[in-house]
């Protein structure tokens, strides 16, 4: 003790933080799996919709190659096979604790329309990954805006304008642009064939097999 | 209730902006009274007279490595939801080598030319002239740069997943690697007082 106090305020506070750094070695700033849940909290992000990701977004992000989330395929391998979002991986519902996803990863969740990936998110958060989001729409949106996207036949000039930035995001992903025909006919109301899917391109987006644990897709 | 505060809708997003701009004020306030509004001192940094600058911010640091891994072990905040920027090996290297270069022939890093505007110097009116011009020719240029910009994207990667080592030890390390540099920095100061006495 006298030591101490015959110390420098730098040396005390140099040993202050000596102190600290060993015991952190034992700590986890994760909680250990421990997690609380507030449901409160969780009504907020539900209600001001922060736990979504719109599908034009993803596209954006696929397009510009960002990699710092997971995009994880909610539904059976053979939907799966048929066609997924590039860089989707599938996991099942069943087996979406047991996969090889960090707690402070960005996990994008989708199903073919929303109800399964809303369920998969208070999964994920009642199992602490609190950067789980939500594809809003699910593969239905997807195909829908991104793939398929409707250009009304009595479309105003600025849908028009937007409908070119569409068309070169639906080709990207091997989709086609389609144009309503009937004017007066909303594209929502009007009865479209549906198109047949693009081809997945071979060999599929990375899968994470759940034993595997996965280091991110690039870097490292 | 844990933190970050705006992530658990505590404040909307006009109050965080109101958060911001005193967070803002609080650390030009604080780079100021380390005495990082004068280009001189920030510039000896880089010719080794004067490791102010080194001290100031390893201290800030640790500090902030201490006081997060703490709070968000005794649950007070959410590490996973506080926000750090992803990495982009190739063009942040790049990007640090540009801004370094720019530090020590312009006297100041972005945030201190801010800090010595307030203060009214007037190189430092150049020198944000200079950012604005930076981030406009920047902002022209992003078509013919963005495959540079967008390289070796690895995600928002922390040194703890990088090197598969605990979180705790990362921040003894961090920590033992501040002090050693502290300790460092102190023995150049006095070898430099003791040279300046002797001429």
């Known amino acids: 003790m006298r030591y101490f106090s015959q110390l420098s305020l730098p040396g005390k506070l140099a040993l202050f933080a000596f102190a600290l750094g060993l015991v952190a070695v034992f700590g986890d700033p994760y909680g250990g799996g421990a997690v609380t849940l507030h449901p409160q909290e969780l009504a907020v992000l539900v209600q001001k919709e922060v736990d979504h990701v719109s599908v034009e977004r993803l596209a954006d992000w696929i397009i510009q190659k960002k990699s710092d989330y997971r995009l994880i395929d909610l539904r059976d391998a053979g939907s799966y096979a048929t066609y997924h979002i590039p860089g989707a991986e599938n996991v099942q519902l069943t087996g979406l604790t047991d996969a090889a996803l960090a707690r402070n990863e960005k996990i994008v969740l989708y199903s073919d329309g929303g109800i399964h990936s809303a369920q998969a998110w208070f999964l994920l958060k009642a199992k602490g990954y609190d950067a789980a989001y939500i594809l809003r729409g699910g593969l239905d949106d997807w195909k829908d805006q991104v793939l398929y996207p409707v250009l009304a036949a009595n479309a105003t000039p600025v849908e028009t304008a937007a409908f070119q930035r569409k068309k070169e995001v639906s080709a990207f992903f091997g989709g086609t642009p389609r144009l309503g025909s009937a004017p007066g006919v909303t594209a929502a109301a009007a009865p479209l064939p549906e198109p047949a899917l693009p081809k997945v391109q071979a060999p599929a987006a990375p899968t994470a097999s759940a034993a595997a644990p996965k280091k991110k897709k690039e870097g490292c | ?199």
């Open chain 2, 1 to 199: 209730m844990s933190a970050p505060f705006f992530k658990f809708g505590l404040f909307g997003a006009e109050f965080s902006l109101v958060m911001a701009f005193a967070i803002g004020i609080g650390f030009g306030f604080f780079l100021e009274r380390a005495g990082f509004g004068s280009a001189r001192k920030l510039t000896a940094q880089f010719y080794f007279k004067d490791l102010a600058v080194f001290k100031v911010m390893f201290t800030a640091i640790v500090t902030a490595l201490l006081g997060l891994f703490y709070l968000s072990w005794a649950g007070v905040v959410d590490l996973s939801l506080v926000y750090f920027g992803p990495t982009w090996l190739l063009p942040q290297i790049a990007g640090g080598l540009m801004l370094g270069v720019g530090f020590v022939i312009g006297g100041y890093c972005p945030g201190t030319s801010m800090v010595a505007l307030a203060t009214g110097k007037v190189d430092a009116v150049f020198f944000v002239l200079g950012v604005t011009a930076g981030i406009f020719v920047f902002g022209e240029a992003y078509p013919a740069i963005q495959g540079l910009v967008n390289a070796t994207p690895m995600g928002e990667i922390t040194l703890p997943q990088l090197f598969g080592l605990r979180y705790g030890v990362v921040v003894f390390l961090v920590v033992l690697m501040a002090l050693a540099g502290f300790w460092g920095a102190g023995a150049w100061e006095r070898r430099l007082a003791r040279r300046a006495g002797e001429v």
